[in-house]
């Protein structure tokens, strides 16, 4: 069922005829190079970008978790400017925008060298500072593995290269792991059994994720290239920050943007920083900084999290929620041109209170105007990590006067 207020029948007419669900599509390519809790479907931005902006015009995802509306963005010849507070995601983001250098990873990696080259430095790693910890969740030789990895990416000169190398070292630190279950074990902190420690060759995991990067770089090329998007100007259109989605909306020039294409936190469904707790600890301090933050901060970031999971119980944690997010809708009015247009993607949880009313409320009261929703369906793969969120609600709304 979807719902309109819009005079001209433009919403009814086009975006009422879409199937939302896309039952037979699910992310892939460079939108799969990392695992992120609740991402939505790449398809959902894909859609709304062509039907809602020109060619060239700001879009604007202030939540942009691990860029799949960024990536959509520039894929699709528009510009992009997002923020995620949680650096991990940024590094992720920043990776998929860089798609274009991919013709250099072998080369600079030395990708068919790496086992011969792990065999020369065999007892010759430093220590690692998070060692003892990190132990618990990988074999010994998974992890002298891991080490040596991080120690040939740290030696990358050119930065674009090295965010990329970072961000495919991070997409495979669950699967290296010995902790088979799903990732809501790593974001609880349950580590495996001694006796289910398990050798797994990280070499080989890093070869494969990175030779899924580039073959996924070289299919967006050839998807941009058939649409007529230049993509050595790609690097040009793009600019991720690891910030606040508030401060980052407020330091964006008035009427900037064409559209914003968000899906904020959903109140006390996940736990983003938690859930990146390997990539913490492999990234520490005396090894590797991402974005200037280190192990160290993992709690101040986890406490500082809009809407978590962890804090859902905590006596103020829905008020904070939905104040935040109102300081959200006035900061989203402010960048959006007039008639410029907000989508967001949220969702309730059946075992919290919802907070689809009060962001409506929220919405309006900073200056817009709902003008179509409609309600998908989360397959149940992807809900058993939403902590039992059914449905989304798609929700597009115009900045008046």
């Not at 990539?279 to 901060?297: H, K, N, P, Q, R």
Request: proline share 4%; net charge neutral.
């Amino acid at each position: 069922m979807y719902h309109l207020k819009d005079s001209s029948g433009y919403f009814s007419e086009i975006l009422g005829e879409i199937d939302w669900n896309f039952p037979d599509l699910q992310n892939e390519g460079i939108h799969a190079l990392h695992w992120y809790p609740a991402t939505f479907l790449s398809a959902i931005p894909g859609t709304l970008i062509p039907l809602l902006t020109a060619p060239g015009e700001l879009v604007i995802d202030p939540f942009c978790g691990t860029c799949t509306t960024g990536l959509e963005a520039v894929r699709l010849g528009r510009r992009f400017i997002g923020a995620d507070t949680n650096p991990v995601a940024s590094l992720i983001s920043k990776a998929k925008l860089l798609f274009p250098f991919h013709d250099r990873l072998p080369d600079v990696l030395a990708v068919k060298q790496l086992s011969s080259r792990f065999l020369e430095t065999a007892g010759k790693l430093g220590k690692h500072p998070n060692e003892k910890e990190l132990l618990r969740w990988y074999h010994p030789n998974t992890f002298h593995e891991l080490a040596f990895l991080l120690g040939v990416i740290r030696e990358i000169e050119e930065e674009e290269i090295r965010i990329i190398a970072q961000a495919v070292f991070s997409s495979i630190l669950k699967t290296a792991s010995s902790q088979a279950r799903h990732w809501g074990w790593v974001c609880d902190n349950v580590t495996p059994k001694p006796g289910e420690i398990h050798y797994k060759n990280a070499l080989d995991l890093f070869r494969k994720n990175l030779q899924e990067y580039i073959s996924s770089s070289e299919r967006v090329l050839r998807d941009m290239d058939h649409r007529g998007v230049l993509g050595n100007q790609v690097t040009d259109r793009w600019r991720v920050e690891c910030q606040d989605a508030v401060e980052l909306l407020t330091g964006i020039p008035s009427f900037a943007a064409s559209l914003i294409i968000t899906s904020p936190p959903y109140y006390g469904v996940a736990d983003y920083i938690k859930s990146q707790r390997l990539s913490f600890l492999w990234f520490a301090e005396e090894v590797l900084a991402i974005e200037g933050f280190y192990t160290s901060d993992f709690e101040r970031l986890r406490r500082s999290e809009v809407g978590s999971r962890s804090f859902r119980w905590h006596q103020q944690s829905r008020q904070s929620y939905t104040s935040y997010m109102s300081r959200f809708f006035v900061g989203a009015r402010q960048a959006l041109k007039l008639g410029g247009l907000l989508a967001t993607v949220t969702g309730d949880s059946d075992a919290r209170e919802t907070t689809t009313d009060v962001l409506d409320r929220s919405a309006e009261e900073a200056g817009f105007r709902p003008v179509f929703s409609i309600d998908r369906d989360i397959k149940k793969t992807r809900r058993r990590l939403m902590a039992k969120v059914k449905h989304e609600r798609i929700a597009i709304l115009e900045r008046i006067e």
